[in-house]
């Protein structure tokens, strides 16, 4: 079984360099321990889970653009073990991305995990769908509740897929996982404060009991 994505990355060039830097013999029969050109259960959780991802794409240029695509938490959708969508929001009306597609389809993705540092790495063929062309699709991707201007749906044919080890990956955390995870010292906190104040509130009362003429 070949490693799909190493498949598609090593060119001639990246051989040479890899004989110069003396990994070549590292790489050279490399088999992968799994299938990378479909999405299993572990990659469709993963996917599912994300508000944002980088992308990238080769204009007539030749040079690279990479941009940020992000929205609600599962905006990227798993239509099939081959297959992804995104809802592509209106942004700074550039059309640089969509513009480098239409000459080349293919792109690719790095999915984040900054708490668990993991990264995904994803290299597929786009397709630009109207919203008129596919309505069923744009009723299984778009989120109505999520107030952006959806222009199109974009497509993600796998070609394969890899994922990256976690060296390097600074932990970074969204303002509702921090809320998620302090939120039990706040009861705590809460609790405890409630607590004083009953405790409080009872000694005062001994006091004034005590202080009371009889």
Known sequence: ?????????VTPGVRAMQTTMGTDKVWADFRGHREFGRFGPDEAAFIGMRDS????????SGWPYIQHRGGQPGFLKVIDEKTLAFPDYRGNLQYISLGNLSTDNRIALILMNYPSRSRMKILAHAESVLLTERPELAAQVLDPAYKAKVEHIILLHL???DWNCPQHITPRFTEAEIEEAISPLRKHVDDLEAEVKRLSEALAAEQKKQCDPI
Do not use: W
Not at 53 to 60: D, I, L, Q
């Open 1 to 9: 079984m070949s490693y799909g994505f190493l498949d598609q990355m």
């Open 53 to 60: 991802f980088y992308m990238a794409t080769v204009g007539e």
């Open 159 to 161: 070609v394969t897929f």
